[in-house]
Structure formats: C-alpha cells, structure tokens
C-alpha cells in the first residue's frame, strides 16, 4: 500500500510505503517494487547519515552517502526510508527530491540545502514520522533544531517530565523559509499508528518505510 499527497502534479509518481513492506536496502521487497509505479521505472536510493549532502542521481541502485537525492531524469525514482525520522518530497520545476530529515538532518539544515540546489518549488509534502505526542527530547535535540533558525515556539510543546518536539512543524517551517508555499503535511504517527515501521517502538527489530517520487515517463 502507497499513501499519497495531493499536492503533486501529474507529472511526477510518488507515495510513501507502509508497513505491509520493509524497504531497507537489503529487503527483498526492493524485488517487486516495480510494482508500485510499473517495471519501466528504476529506484536509487543512498546510504543514509543524518547529514546535510544532497546527491544527483542518474541511475538506478545505492548511489553514495548523503540524506538526499535530487533527479531531473524522468524514468528514475528516487527514494529515502525512514522509521520516524521525517520524509519529505519536493516537486520543482523539471526536477524532484526527496529528503531524509531526522532531527538531526533538520538541525543542519537539510531541507534548505537540498532546495537552494533546485529551481521554481512547486509542491511538498512531510509524510508519516513520529508525532510530537511521541516525540519526548531533550535539550540536545532543541537546541540544534533552534539554531537551524526554526523559532522555539514553532516546534517545541513544553512537557513534563521532558519537552516534545513536533518536527513536522519543524519541517514545514524551514520548507516554507526555503520558499515553497504548496505544502501538504500527512497526519500519520509511525510511533503511535502499527501500519508504520517505528523504530522509537520497535527498537532493531523496526522495518523501514519509504518515501519515493520522480518524474513521470
């Protein structure tokens, strides 16, 4: 099952996966992910950091190190995976991106990064990651994601006995400041909702979800 946005045009495929398949790198269920869009589209995805590097792909398979891909080549999909962390898909103009935003990706201002690479953002959309009811931190976590410039109050609900972060609030801030306006936010909790890998809940035994978009042949 793919969940979609709204958001997007026709000119792009997209979905984020469920738990009905683990997408890690090594799962099999890569084999028949075809299935998803048609044979006559391949996946590129990467070896996930938690960093700021934003990839070109131009072919299919595992392409490097880095949180983001970037794809102008119709045909191709690129994808992300994540078990809470933040999905996010951007449609641009003859180009798409998906990106890995973690707390951490967030804190060093990945999203901005990737977007200052593309040209004319039409259309976002943060799918399923774990919900700020779930999401106690600590000051480590806020303090990183403040100094990426997203303002305390935007993401951070004071709790007790530790604060919680929503970082979708987070994501959706720092996409609106990278200059996208069209932007969808799925309410989905990976934590809270058993339809999504979660590895907060499940600890190594957690699948991985994707999030996958490219330009349509």
């Known amino acids: 099952m793919l969940l979609s946005s709204t958001v997007f045009s026709n000119a792009v495929v997209h979905g984020f996966s469920t738990a009905a398949f683990d997408l890690s790198p090594q799962s099999s269920d890569w084999e028949t992910s075809g299935s998803f869009f048609g044979d006559e589209y391949g996946f590129a995805l990467v070896t996930q950091v938690h960093g ?22 119709p045909g191709l999909v690129v994808a992300i995976r994540t078990a809470d962390c933040v999905p996010v898909l951007v449609e641009c103009e003859g180009s798409v991106a998906a990106i890995h935003a973690g707390w951490r990706g967030i804190a060093n201002g990945i999203i901005g990064k990737t977007l200052r690479k593309l040209k004319n953002p039409k259309a976002a959309a943060v799918g ?4 700020v009811d779930n999401y106690e931190v600590g000051n480590e976590v806020i303090e990183g994601i403040i100094a990426s410039g997203v303002p305390k109050e935007i993401f951070v609900q004071e709790r007790q006995p530790k604060p919680h972060a929503d ?3 987070a994501a959706e801030y720092q996409l609106q400041q990278a200059g996208v306006s069209n932007i969808e936010v799925l309410p989905h909790c990976t934590y809270g909702d058993p339809n999504f ?5 499940d600890g190594n035994r957690s699948g991985r979800l994707a999030a996958m978009i490219g330009l349509r042949r």
């Open 52 to 73: 700021d590097v934003a990839l070109v792909a131009a072919e299919s398979g595992l392409l490097g190190r880095a949180d983001a891909l970037i794809c102008y080549q």
């Open 167 to 169: 970082l979708k609030k």
């Open 197 to 201: 890998h979660s590895y907060r809940r």
């Open 128 to 131: 399923p990651c774990i919900s």
